[in-house]
């Protein structure tokens, strides 16, 4: 990313909101929200502002950081950029609060959420049973990002993002009772939290913490995937009389929490959410793509939070769509692409699974997109990942290969969710992804092209390779 640009249209109103009060600013992919939640960050750090104090800006990936040279050291040392995940750790530890092998890892989650749904089965029988390992641990995680911690909160809650709500009555008691189970298997060996604990932790440290913050200003960038509990830890976070600014497009919440910002304590005492529809980023073909995506069955929804994109002006190519002899003829063509182009550009593989995104690239010299991703500049380059690795980042082209039915939506997905809820979720996924592409975007196929893509009335061209 480039040195910060001059804000333009309602750009500075949103960096100059008051610094006393909390916002809220949604805008659909390439609105310049990550650029806004840094001139914000700069002006409220900067000396001469008023109400001026240290800044936090939370972030999904360390992108934003290397924004950080391009400010003025006066305000650069009052900015800290890190995860929610650093900033809770760190908050704890401070607190005396945080052991570290204390953290449950994913696969230590799975088996104690496995053993509690082992125990139920034993007890209950009903649908409800009969779903998914994966399933049970989203549900949990929920409840934890929710807050709730009594069965009665869980039975009265209207299950948001999950379009198959579970019933209420005994379903959900059974599920309690999993909670429960999960979390004494979980204590038993050895762990007291998991990560999506660690937020109902935070809060509730924070909320019994009198002593100083250290932030006056905090500044949440992608915050459509926070859980309601890290949002109201950041809230509490915050210093007497500073802000809370929270940036975030629900089109692309692709840990499916489908969770808005109005059930996470944000106050705004009757003031307006800002919004923002104008893409910067893609050119009108790479957005018309998206828009349609936004517009299909999957994604479609009456959510008010959701913004429509609309289409930029700026023109370039039609995307590609290459419908290949096999896997080896897209892994070919993706190669001769990305190779070629990369001199040139910033180029990114991006597959559903880093699997096979790393089987495309092959011995290309790449970059992997891990959120510690060290270094962030302009210079051309292949960068490879998962489609959800790329949230927040941008590149001149964007190869996606591998957007067969059998790939996206991904298998496990379709076992652990309704299909409705699985393509949604999926749709979100391949949403991020198309729009990181600037003006060129490659997509593949070899078998059947997924459902997920919305129909090509005219959207892209098509070739066949070889
Ligand atoms: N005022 C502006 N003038 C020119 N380009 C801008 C401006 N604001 C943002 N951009 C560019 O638009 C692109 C998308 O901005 P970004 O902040 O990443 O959007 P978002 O976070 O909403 O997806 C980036 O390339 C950014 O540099
Ligand atoms: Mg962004």
Redesign the pocket.
Not at 121 to 132: F, Q, T
Not at 160 to 187: M, N, S
């Given at each position: 990313?480039?040195p910060l640009?001059?804000?333009?249209g309602k750009?500075p109103k949103v960096i100059h909101l008051s610094s006393d009060q909390h916002h809220v600013v949604l805008?659909t992919?390439?609105?310049?929200?990550?650029?806004?939640a840094m001139m914000r960050a700069l002006h409220l750090a900067r000396p001469s502002t008023a109400n001026n104090g240290p800044v936090l800006v939370v972030t999904f990936n360390n992108a934003l950081v290397t924004y950080l040279k391009y400010l003025e050291p006066a305000a650069q040392s009052k900015i800290t950029i890190e995860t929610y995940a650093k900033f809770a750790r760190g908050y704890l530890n401070s607190k005396g609060h945080m052991e570290w092998g204390r953290i449950a890892k994913p696969e230590q989650v799975s088996d104690a959420v496995a053993k509690a749904v082992q125990s139920a089965r034993r007890r209950y029988r009903g649908s409800v049973l009969d779903r998914d390992l994966d399933w049970f641990i989203d549900e949990l995680h929920w409840i934890s990002g929710m807050g709730f911690t009594t069965e009665d909160a869980y039975q009265l809650a209207d299950r948001v993002g999950r379009h198959t709500p579970l019933q209420k009555g005994l379903p959900r008691k059974v599920i309690w009772e999993i909670r429960d189970a999960y979390r004494k298997f979980r204590d038993e060996a050895g762990f007291w939290y998991d990560w999506y604990d660690l937020a109902a932790v935070t809060r509730g440290v924070f909320e019994r913490d009198s002593g100083d913050r250290k932030y006056l200003h905090i500044i949440i960038?992608e915050g459509q995937d926070l859980s309601p509990e890290a949002i109201r830890s950041l809230t509490l976070a915050v210093a007497p009389g500073g802000s809370l600014t929270f940036?975030g497009?629900y089109h692309q919440a692709i840990y499916g929490q489908g969770l808005s910002w109005r059930s996470a304590g944000i106050n705004l005492n009757g003031r307006p959410t800002e919004k923002?529809v104008d893409n910067?980023?893609n050119t009108a073909e790479i957005a018309r793509v998206a828009i349609a995506l936004a517009q299909s069955t999957y994604m479609k929804s009456g959510d008010i939070d959701l913004v429509e994109p609309v289409q930029p002006i700026v023109g370039g190519v039609k995307p590609t769509l290459a419908r290949c002899v096999d896997g080896d003829g897209q892994i070919d063509l993706v190669r001769r692409f990305a190779s070629d182009r990369s001199k040139v550009e910033k180029v990114a593989i991006l597959a559903r699974t880093w699997e096979s995104a790393r089987r495309v690239a092959g011995p290309l010299p790449y970059r992997r997109l891990d959120a510690d991703l060290a270094k962030w500049d302009d210079e051309p380059g292949l960068y490879v990942g998962a489609y959800h690795s790329a949230k927040?980042l941008?590149f001149a082209s964007v190869c996606m290969p591998f957007l067969d039915e059998s790939h996206v939506p991904h298998p496990e997905v379709l076992a652990a969710y309704v299909e409705d809820e699985a393509c949604a979720r999926e749709a979100r996924l391949l949403y991020v992804s198309i729009t990181r592409a600037?003006s060129t975007l490659l997509m593949t196929y070899s078998g059947t092209l997924t459902r997920l893509l919305p129909d090509n009335t005219d959207l892209w061209d098509e070739m066949v390779w070889p």
């Amino acid at each position: 990313m480039s040195p910060l640009p001059q804000p333009k249209g309602k750009q500075p109103k949103v960096i100059h909101l008051s610094s006393d009060q909390h916002h809220v600013v949604l805008g659909t992919a390439g609105t310049g929200k990550s650029t806004m939640a840094m001139m914000r960050a700069l002006h409220l750090a900067r000396p001469s502002t008023a109400n001026n104090g240290p800044v936090l800006v939370v972030t999904f990936n360390n992108a934003l950081v290397t924004y950080l040279k391009y400010l003025e050291p006066a305000a650069q040392s009052k900015i800290t950029i890190e995860t929610y995940a650093k900033f809770a750790r760190g908050y704890l530890n401070s607190k005396g609060h945080m052991e570290w092998g204390r953290i449950a890892k994913p696969e230590q989650v799975s088996d104690a959420v496995a053993k509690a749904v082992q125990s139920a089965r034993r007890r209950y029988r009903g649908s409800v049973l009969d779903r998914d390992l994966d399933w049970f641990i989203d549900e949990l995680h929920w409840i934890s990002g929710m807050g709730f911690t009594t069965e009665d909160a869980y039975q009265l809650a209207d299950r948001v993002g999950r379009h198959t709500p579970l019933q209420k009555g005994l379903p959900r008691k059974v599920i309690w009772e999993i909670r429960d189970a999960y979390r004494k298997f979980r204590d038993e060996a050895g762990f007291w939290y998991d990560w999506y604990d660690l937020a109902a932790v935070t809060r509730g440290v924070f909320e019994r913490d009198s002593g100083d913050r250290k932030y006056l200003h905090i500044i949440i960038d992608e915050g459509q995937d926070l859980s309601p509990e890290a949002i109201r830890s950041l809230t509490l976070a915050v210093a007497p009389g500073g802000s809370l600014t929270f940036f975030g497009d629900y089109h692309q919440a692709i840990y499916g929490q489908g969770l808005s910002w109005r059930s996470a304590g944000i106050n705004l005492n009757g003031r307006p959410t800002e919004k923002f529809v104008d893409n910067l980023r893609n050119t009108a073909e790479i957005a018309r793509v998206a828009i349609a995506l936004a517009q299909s069955t999957y994604m479609k929804s009456g959510d008010i939070d959701l913004v429509e994109p609309v289409q930029p002006i700026v023109g370039g190519v039609k995307p590609t769509l290459a419908r290949c002899v096999d896997g080896d003829g897209q892994i070919d063509l993706v190669r001769r692409f990305a190779s070629d182009r990369s001199k040139v550009e910033k180029v990114a593989i991006l597959a559903r699974t880093w699997e096979s995104a790393r089987r495309v690239a092959g011995p290309l010299p790449y970059r992997r997109l891990d959120a510690d991703l060290a270094k962030w500049d302009d210079e051309p380059g292949l960068y490879v990942g998962a489609y959800h690795s790329a949230k927040g980042l941008e590149f001149a082209s964007v190869c996606m290969p591998f957007l067969d039915e059998s790939h996206v939506p991904h298998p496990e997905v379709l076992a652990a969710y309704v299909e409705d809820e699985a393509c949604a979720r999926e749709a979100r996924l391949l949403y991020v992804s198309i729009t990181r592409a600037r003006s060129t975007l490659l997509m593949t196929y070899s078998g059947t092209l997924t459902r997920l893509l919305p129909d090509n009335t005219d959207l892209w061209d098509e070739m066949v390779w070889p």
